[in-house]
């Protein structure tokens, strides 16, 4: 039985976490965070900033999180280290 207020039977989460499947484990555990901790709380402007994160090309993305580049954008750079501050 599913519960609808269970955030994993939320057919928006489950699109988002389809959308969120890389090439890296590590860029999907990043995002998989998000989406467990933060997803259901965060305002439409939040959320809409997770949803440009996705456009960006993994090879950017790895490089951002993992400090080896600075992200131009500042709303991006400010999610990243939220969601790199969110538990495992």
Do not use: G, H, I, N
């Given at each position: 039985m599913s519960d609808a207020s269970d955030?994993?039977?939320?057919?928006v989460i489950k699109r988002?976490?389809?959308?969120s499947r890389r090439g890296?484990?590590?860029l999907d555990q990043l995002f998989?965070?998000?989406l467990d901790h933060a997803w259901q709380d965060d305002?439409?402007?939040?959320?809409?900033?997770?949803l440009a994160l996705l456009e960006c090309?993994?090879?950017?993305?790895?490089r951002w999180f993992m400090g080896?580049?600075?992200c131009p954008d500042a709303a991006l750079a400010?999610?990243?280290e939220r969601i790199r501050q969110l538990p495992a």
């Open positions: 955030p994993t039977f939320d057919p988002l976490r389809w959308r890296m484990r590590e998989e965070r998000y305002s439409e402007e939040q959320r809409a900033v997770f090309e993994d090879d950017k993305l790895w080896y580049e600075d400010q999610l990243m």
